[in-house]
């Protein structure tokens, strides 16, 4: 069994002078609150940040530059997210540096309230996107060396950052209609504050990584793992699949004639699937392949969207919606515990840093080809996708004996410790 995360908040020893949680079924209950808090921490600031684009505006910025800053996150990602969590990792301080990343995350977007020209913009977001990009991939990767060192269910940890998500949207419109947009950069740094103050709770994970008894972590050991590889890539074609949805939907229903009032509410439908599928999909799941769960995914988005492209009805489109549990939940749930079952400790945070790349270049691709797609009309994108869905499923596919030989099943410390 791999070594439980160490309570080291404060480094205080408690008790009888045990500092180690995970035998009781309290100090699991208790670490589970704390990351579930630490997700909503992070993702409470979400909401806000994607009036981004309107601050920008406010500020002079063209809507070429505007185009440019939003997509250096994403590009940065691709270079700066593996090499980092695996350091972290490997150092048994993916805790510690979610702390810095929040940190400096807040203090370089407060950087923003001088309102800085063009270059000042780029040089900010630049800094920013760096320290930014950091975060989620750092969380996950502490959430799931805590669901296999001590059984917890991720999804519902992970479910609460998608809670965070919505309860941020909802309130950024009334907020800024109070304050003005001007005041996103201060309340976006006040927000991020938040997963800086939740993260020191959390026991760390330097002494599970020092006594785990696995190979020191890195993405190499994660691409030694082929049928993981595989799933991740698997995981990110689904993912990406749902670009043109998200860059065109609102739009195509709007078109169609669909107030703004029920695309609100379709959209509203999309993410309490998501949360009911995060809340119950490990449960559903048991000891089975979690690879079925991205497999089950890929199969899912096919049926989704050919219906998206046969121009369906209000009534067939919120039934489409619901989908949303099955296709990005499935996807995001079904690599989480994957990686959580077949990877050592200390390679957690690399392999998190690798699928974080997969999923940024195939989100990059459908979203920059989803333009290009929809000039041919929707029923001819939403076919696009599909057919990307058809091959992620075919990537998903359980191959129970080629699996087990390249993994090998090769210790204890591999595998998901069983609930007391």
């Not at 980092?84 to 995350?105: E, M, N």
């Not at 009334?174 to 504050?193: M, N, Q």
């Not at 809340?279 to 000891?287: E, Q, Y």
Request: glycine share 12%.
């Amino acid at each position: 069994m791999s070594a439980p995360l160490r309570d080291t908040a404060g480094d205080a020893p408690t008790g009888g002078g045990d500092t180690l949680i995970g035998g009781g079924g309290s100090g699991r209950g208790g670490l589970s609150l704390r990351i579930s808090g630490l997700y909503l921490a992070l993702y409470l600031h979400f909401g806000f940040f994607a009036f981004l684009p309107l601050w920008l505006a406010r500020t002079g910025a063209g809507s070429g530059e505007i185009g440019v800053l939003m997509a250096i996150p994403l590009v940065l990602r691709l270079v700066t997210v593996a090499p980092f969590s695996a350091w972290a990792g490997r150092k048994g301080r993916v805790r510690d540096a979610i702390v810095v990343t929040a940190l400096c995350s807040a203090a370089l977007v407060a950087l923003l309230l001088s309102e800085p020209d063009h270059l000042g913009r780029v040089l900010i977001v630049v800094a920013f996107a760096i320290m930014w990009d950091q975060i989620p991939v750092l969380t996950d990767a502490y959430a799931v060396m805590a669901v296999r060192s001590h059984a917890l269910d991720f999804g519902r940890l992970r479910v609460w950052g998608s809670i965070g998500a919505v309860v941020s949207s909802i309130a950024a419109g009334w907020v800024f209609e109070a304050t003005g947009i001007g005041a996103l950069p201060i309340l976006v740094a006040t927000l991020l504050l938040l997963p800086a103050l939740v993260a020191p709770l959390l026991p760390s994970d330097r002494r599970a990584t020092e006594t785990s008894g696995s190979p020191v972590g890195s993405w190499r050991t994660v691409l030694h793992d082929r049928a993981l590889v595989r799933l991740m890539i698997a995981a990110a074609l689904v993912m990406a699949s749902h670009g043109v949805l998200t860059s065109f939907g609102a739009i195509g229903w709007s078109g169609r004639g669909v107030s703004t009032g029920t695309i609100g509410l379709l959209q509203s439908v999309s993410v309490a699937a998501e949360i009911a599928a995060f809340w119950f999909g490990s449960r559903l799941l048991g000891s089975r392949d979690p690879g079925l769960l991205v497999w089950i995914a890929g199969i899912a988005a096919v049926l989704r969207w050919v219906v998206m492209a046969a121009d369906p009805s209000i009534a067939v489109l919120f039934a489409a919606q619901l989908f949303q549990g099955l296709t990005a939940t499935g996807a995001i749930l079904g690599v989480m515990l994957a990686i959580a079952r077949r990877v050592p400790l200390q390679s957690s945070a690399a392999a998190q840093g690798m699928n974080a790349v997969l999923l940024g270049l195939a989100l990059s691709a459908t979203t920059a080809g989803s333009g290009l797609l929809w000039a041919h009309g929707a029923a001819v994108a939403y076919l696009a996708m599909a057919a990307l869905a058809a091959l992620a499923a075919a990537l998903a596919w359980p191959r129970r004996g080629r699996d087990a030989a390249v993994t090998g099943d090769p210790a204890p410390s591999t595998a998901l410790p069983q609930r007391s």
